[in-house]
Structure formats: C-alpha cells, structure tokens
C-alpha cells in the first residue's frame, strides 16, 4: 500500500524467491520486533533493507511538529531507501517496523557488492530508487527540508540553487509572498525574520547558514578517514570532471571529486542542450550532468560540494590536495577540471547586485526572481543564447546585448533562428550596459549605443555572459601556465620537461608529474561539453599509467 503516491512498479517493485535469495547471500537476516526503527533522519550512512516477512512503514517527519506522515507502507518482497542510499546525503525518511518482522540486512559495503556484482538486480534497485527519488520532489518527502528566505536575498539564492543542483525533495517559502505570513511562519520552528534564510531540516533548523553548513548537515561533504589515500582527486565538477570520475570508478580506482560550489559547472546551468550526440531532442544541462553523477557514485566515486580547494603539493609519490578549512586530501593523482568562470561587467557598483538581478546562470531559481518582468542577457555566444530563449519561455520581455552588428557572428544556427522567430526576444547591436540601479534589488539599467547615447531602462535581472577565464591563481608556482592563466600539458610542455623523471610527458599531463588537467582549463581544449566529456574519459588512461596499472575493459564508450 502507498499513500499519497502513485503506485508505480518501477519504483516499488516486489522482487521474486529468486532475487530474494541472491540479495540474501551478501547480506544477514534479523528479526526485529514491532516498533524498531531501522534507519531514521540523522544517519549519514543507512543499510540496504530487504523484508522478508512483516511489515515497514516509511515516515516523513517534521522536526518542528514532531509529525510524521506515512509516504510508504512495504511487506515482503519489497526493499527499503531512496537514491540517498547511493549519493550520501543524510536520508531525510525514518523507517519502522509497525509488527514483528523479519528483514535482511546489507551495510554500505555489502550493498556496493551488490550493485557491482548482480548487474540486473543493480539496474532494477537503481531504477527504482531513481523514481522514488522524482516521486519524493513532489509529494511528502519535500517536507523534510523547508527553505525559508527573500527572492531578494544573494545568501538564500545561492542555498537554493545549491539544493536544486543536489536534486534534493525539498520546499520554498518566499518571505515576500503575499500569500506567506513570515513571522507566523518562522516562529512556528523558533526562527525569526532576522534569522532568514532559514533550513528547516528534520532534526534541526538552521539560522542564517552558508552552503557549506547546510552541506555539512546533510552530509554532502568530505569526511576524511584515517589514513586514506585515493587513487585519484578530481578538482571540478563539470562535464569533464564527472566524466573522469565516472571512468576512474568504473576501472576500480578509488574515486573522490571535489567542487567548490556544486556539480555541474557551467554546463549544468544550461536549460537546453542541443547539439550533445545522443539527445536528439536536447537535454537540460542540469539533468545531463545529474545522471553523470549518479552514474558515478553507483560506480563507486564519492563526491564532496561544496568543497573550495586551496592548494596543491607533491611529497613523494603522493599529492596533497588542501581544502579552505584546512583539511588535507591524500592523492596518487589529481586531475584537474575547475572549468572557467564568467566575466564580470566593468560597472560601478555591480557587485552589490550579484544574486539580487545580477546573474551569471539562468535557472529556475533565478526565472522565479524575475517573475516574468523584463530582463537583459549580455553576450553573443551560445550561453547567452540559451539563457535569453529560456527567459522569454518564463514569460520575461528579453533583451540582449552585444558590441557586435552580427548576433551570428559567434552563436550557433540553431539558435539564432530560434531568437529570431520569438516576439519576447529583440537583439540590440552595438551596445552596452554601463550602469546598474536599484535598491535592495535591480530596477533598472543603463545602455549606451554606439553614438555615444545613453538610456535608462527597467531591468529586474542582467544576466551576464561575456566571456570567461580560468580560475588558477591558487595553483603552485611549479604548475606552468601559459599567458592566459590556463594550463600547459603533454606536448605544450615537451621542451620544459627535459630534465624530469618523466621527459616525455603523458597525454594530459601537466608539469607535476602525476597531475593532469582536462576540459575548459587545459591550454588548446576544445571549451564544448562534448569535448570535455571526451578529455575527462580520456585522462583516466594516463592515470592508469602513471600508478602503473593497466586500465580495466569496461564496455567499449
């Protein structure tokens, strides 16, 4: 029985004697008595449950109210969790045994045995826990966490985007609704206004955190072991990152990725994906790069966001990975795939209305700000192109802005046809932004044309895509870069690494030996998704040479 769910075999499918026995032999069987609670919200880490006889019932509880609703009663046959059993986050459900029941049991490690073991009992596990996930978004399961905070404020922008890019269930109350009482709402969980943002967890409420308290609590960042050294550290979580932890953990290599803010990178906050193969009616950036993720900690790779790293140093054979907080990571390898991040405007004052109208990604986050009032897009590349099209399809009048005469010029085909045929949408040419207004929020702007003329128009949100550079003035010096900042490798690098133990560099190789850079911040990359996917697949080859292993045939892709 379900309640408020839709009773969906893919999701809770009742597995045969057959598969019964074969999850049975990786794990015990136990008996528990009415009442137990097998897993509830504040574990980081939950077993695999299986039940044989009896009854479970899943809870989603508030942690104000102390309530909980049923989401899901399971008898024998059925397996407990969701997809946080594979990517790490606290599960935000408790599980209880409502009679005497008999269940067998598997640990983190037994259920990894499992999944890697047992291909087609994995794709049925995997696939049903995909779907719980996509029914727990919108049903009693995006209780569990409640984000309260201004459509105005930078700090609970940033703690949104940072939960949607988790793809976790969760809830969001504007405090400048007119349909929310804010005080009657926040005094319900000892919170006030002054307090905003507030995360209402389901054994805490948070007051005023940043990112990284809110990960911490989850259970979304690193938690280092004694001793531990991976095979290899990706620094960055987009498209080539995740694509070289993806083929790190799949050929056994113990696998941790790191990102400062999320996974994605700039990729991930594209709306649509046109041109990547295999996706011939597009793809959303945040779902291509969500299912890269959840591909790779299936595989076995463990991700940690946000996670800022801060140095880089080579004791031996070994390569110390230094986090903001002063944790260090051990490494065999490192792979390198920061990508690169946007421009900013030369404007007085910008910076004041970064995350209060002025944007460097267009989301739903950022379209539910805007809520359907004119915007600005900045730039004449793909980015800018996407952004605006999404935009107008929010309802917002878009406007975009380039120096050039020729919006052709540096767009793809595709999409300026799409500009052209959409009435939301003008182009101006030969123009700039020069001046950003407002009060707590962005009202309005100032343009001048090429004539030198300058006019004010409103603007709730100027989105920003002009361009971008890498991010590598936290590199050590022995890491060269070429004049731009980007990263020099194998063949950039044959006449400097003469006197090394390694003359001939690796492909990808930076001039650390045992250090590889892919993707948008290597010197010559392609600086396209597919090109990054392509690079962070290959580099793991190299990887594999440099520990001295010979890479393991995993399918032919």
Avoid at 413 to 418: F, G, I, N, T
């Amino acid at each position: 029985e379900l309640h408020g769910l839709v009773n969906n075999a893919a999701a809770f499918p009742t597995l045969t004697g057959a598969e019964v026995e074969r999850i049975e032999s990786f794990g015990r069987r136990e008996r528990v008595a009415a009442g137990t609670l097998l897993f509830e919200e504040v574990q980081v880490e939950y077993d695999f449950i299986l039940i044989i006889e009896g009854e479970v019932e899943v809870l989603a509880r508030d942690g104000a109210a102390s309530n909980a609703e049923v989401v899901a009663t399971h008898g024998p046959g059925r397996f407990l969790g969701e997809l946080s059993l594979i990517t790490g986050p606290r599960t935000s459900l408790a599980g209880r045994a409502t009679v005497d029941a008999t269940i067998v049991r598997l640990d983190q490690a037994a259920f990894r045995r499992l999944m890697a073991d047992e291909p087609d009992l994995s794709d049925l596990i995997f696939t049903a826990y995909l779907a719980r996930r996509d029914i727990l978004r919108s049903g009693a399961g995006a209780t569990t966490l409640k984000i309260y905070g201004s459509r105005f404020s930078p700090q609970a922008l940033a703690i949104g985007q940072y939960v949607r890019r988790q793809r976790l269930p969760f809830q969001w109350f504007d405090l400048d609704s007119d349909k929310l009482d804010p005080e009657v709402e926040l005094a319900a969980h000892g919170a006030t206004v002054a307090d905003a943002p507030v995360v209402v967890t389901p054994n805490r409420v948070l007051r005023n955190p940043s990112t990284r308290e809110l990960a911490d609590h989850l259970g979304l960042t690193h938690r280092s072991g004694s001793g531990e050294v991976f095979d290899v550290v990706v620094i960055g979580g987009g498209p080539a990152g995740l694509a070289a932890s993806v083929y790190g953990a799949s050929e056994g290599l113990s696998t941790l990725l790191v990102d400062a803010v999320g996974v994605g990178g700039q990729a991930g906050t594209s709306s649509r994906i046109e041109n990547y193969v295999g996706f011939p009616m597009g793809i959303s950036g945040g779902d291509l790069v969500e299912r890269a993720a959840i591909q790779a900690q299936r595989l076995g790779a463990r991700i940690s966001t946000p996670s800022r790293v801060t140095g880089l140093a080579t004791t031996g054979d070994h390569t110390e990975v230094t986090l903001d907080e002063g944790e260090a990571i051990w490494a065999r390898s490192v792979v390198l795939a920061m990508g690169v991040k946007y421009r900013r405007l030369p404007i007085e004052n910008l910076e004041s209305f970064e995350g209060a109208g002025v944007y460097y990604a267009a989301t739903e986050m950022e379209a539910h700000v805007c809520g359907g009032n004119p915007v600005t897009v900045v730039g004449g590349g793909n980015s800018a192109g996407q952004a605006a099209i999404f935009m107008a399809q929010q309802g917002s009048h878009v406007r975009i802005v380039i120096r050039g005469d020729d919006l052709a010029a540096r767009m793809s085909r595709y999409l300026v046809a799409r500009i052209d045929a959409a009435a939301d949408i003008e182009v101006e040419t030969g123009a700039r932004v020069v001046g950003v207004f407002g009060g707590i929020h962005l009202q309005q702007i100032d343009l001048e044309r090429s004539d030198g003329t300058v006019t004010r128009q409103e603007c709730v949100g100027l989105f920003s895509f002009i361009g971008a550079e890498p991010g590598t003035d936290w590199l050590p010096n022995e890491l060269e870069l070429d004049a731009k900042g980007f990263i020099l490798t194998d063949r950039d690098l044959a006449s400097t690494r003469a006197s090394l133990a390694h003359p001939v560099p690796r492909p990808f190789e930076t001039s650390m030996p045992g250090v590889f850079a892919a993707g948008d911040i290597r010197v010559g990359s392609m600086k396209r998704v597919a090109a990054a996917v392509g690079e962070g697949s290959s580099v793991i080859r190299s990887v594999h040479d440099h520990l001295g292993r010979a890479p393991t045939e995993v399918g032919r892709s």
